[in-house]
């Protein structure tokens, strides 16, 4: 079974409303067993595919995980990106910038951790915290100091404007340079992550995960709402589209998110590097000289 992934694709900019967007899976009792065996097919086949792409070592993708706290991209990194290659996949998570990245523009940190060639890079939050929590906390702007922006006041709508646009220019250059870019917005409802923060106070083991500071934003949610819809509106794009992933169902966020990743990597068509006509017949002298050797291994035969 084959999802249609265009159907949490953003299209339209005009009627676009995350309140009318569903916040968790639609699907039937005995739909949900068949879906939920797709989980375990789609990460064997995003696993088949990061070793081609690795081997290929000509292109790479980025995948970038957006939403409210407790909206499961971590889980959803452990449960997609299981049975990848480590060495092919990074993740880098991107917490308040530090005196450093302050001294540089606000996308030079996320330039340094874009993939290589052959891998897979996943950004938990990223660039888009400098037009969401900075955008409902403008204070964090004039930290950046900015020339021109030393009050709240001088951070218009054209400020945010022209971020988008740079934002639209830098994911442009990454697509232009061989990086396929895959944004999604785990999509979780107010009440799902009341239950999500009230499991994390009342379960010790999930002690470590709680922050005071997530119920302080929490406080803000109506805010961070209309500041995604504006992200999302502006910087939707034919190269870098964005993808509206249901969160509260965590299972189905899992599956959505494999399908839609192994379903790009298909896409993308990584191969394995061809060898010249030198190298294959060093690669025949090389077998016939190992089989001579007393090594008891059973050898396939790999050239036709």
């Given at each position: 079974?084959?999802?249609?992934?265009?159907?949490?694709?953003v299209?339209?900019?005009?009627d676009?409303?995350?309140s009318?967007?569903?916040?968790?899976?639609?699907?039937?009792?005995?739909?949900?067993?068949?879906?939920k065996?797709?989980?375990l097919?789609?990460?064997?086949k995003?696993?088949?595919?990061?070793?081609?792409l690795?081997?290929?070592?000509?292109?790479?993708?980025?995948?970038?995980?957006?939403?409210?706290?407790?909206?499961?991209?971590?889980?959803?990194?452990?449960?997609?990106?299981?049975?990848?290659?480590?060495?092919?996949?990074l993740v880098?998570?991107?917490?308040?910038?530090?005196?450093l990245?302050?001294?540089?523009?606000?996308?030079?940190?996320?330039?340094?951790?874009?993939?290589?060639r052959?891998?897979?890079?996943i950004?938990?939050?990223?660039?888009?915290?400098?037009?969401?929590?900075?955008?409902?906390?403008?204070?964090?702007?004039?930290?950046?100091?900015?020339?021109?922006?030393?009050?709240?006041?001088?951070?218009?709508?054209?400020f945010?404007?022209?971020?988008?646009?740079?934002?639209?220019?830098?994911?442009?250059?990454i697509?232009?340079s061989?990086k396929?870019?895959?944004?999604?917005?785990?999509h979780?409802?107010?009440?799902?992550?009341?239950?999500?923060?009230?499991?994390?106070?009342?379960?010790?083991?999930?002690?470590?995960?709680?922050?005071?500071?997530?119920?302080i934003?929490?406080?803000y949610?109506?805010?961070y709402?209309?500041?995604?819809?504006?992200?999302i509106?502006?910087?939707n794009?034919?190269?870098?589209?964005?993808?509206?992933?249901?969160?509260?169902?965590k299972?189905?966020t899992?599956?959505?998110?494999?399908?839609?990743?192994?379903q790009?990597?298909?896409?993308?068509?990584?191969?394995?590097?061809?060898?010249?006509?030198?190298?294959e017949e060093?690669?025949?002298?090389?077998s016939?000289?190992?089989?001579?050797?007393s090594?008891?291994?059973?050898?396939?035969?790999?050239?036709?």
């Open positions: 079974m084959i999802m249609n992934i265009d159907n949490y694709k299209k339209s900019k005009n676009f409303k995350l009318k967007l569903e916040t968790s899976s639609t699907f039937k009792q005995p739909e949900k067993k068949e879906l065996k797709m989980l097919n789609d990460t064997e995003i696993a088949a595919l990061q070793y081609k690795n081997a290929e070592n000509r292109q790479a993708l980025l995948i970038i995980l957006q939403g409210m706290d407790s909206s499961g991209k971590d889980s959803s990194i452990k449960h997609i990106m299981s049975g990848v290659n480590p060495q092919g996949v880098h998570s991107f917490k308040h910038p530090s005196d990245e302050l001294d540089h523009d606000y996308l030079w940190r996320h330039y340094l951790k874009l993939p290589e052959g891998q897979i890079a950004f938990n939050r990223s660039h888009y915290e400098n037009v969401l929590i900075s955008k409902v906390h403008p204070k964090l702007v004039l930290a950046e100091r900015i020339p021109g922006i030393d009050s709240i006041e001088k951070i218009t709508k054209n945010w404007v022209k971020r988008y646009n740079q934002i639209n220019h830098f994911e442009k250059s697509a232009e061989g396929r870019i895959l944004k999604f917005f785990l979780l409802s107010k009440q799902e992550q009341c239950k999500r923060f009230l499991e994390r106070i009342e379960n010790k083991e999930k002690h470590w995960k709680f922050s005071s500071s997530d119920i934003e929490r406080d949610w109506d805010d709402q209309k500041a995604y819809e504006k992200a509106i502006n910087t794009t034919k190269t870098a589209p964005w993808y509206i992933i249901p969160a509260d169902d299972w189905f899992h599956l959505l998110i494999g399908n839609i990743i192994s790009e990597l298909k896409k993308m068509n990584p191969t394995f590097p061809s060898i010249d006509k030198e190298e060093f690669m025949l002298q090389a016939e000289k190992l089989k001579k050797e090594c008891n291994v059973k050898i396939k035969k790999a050239l036709a």
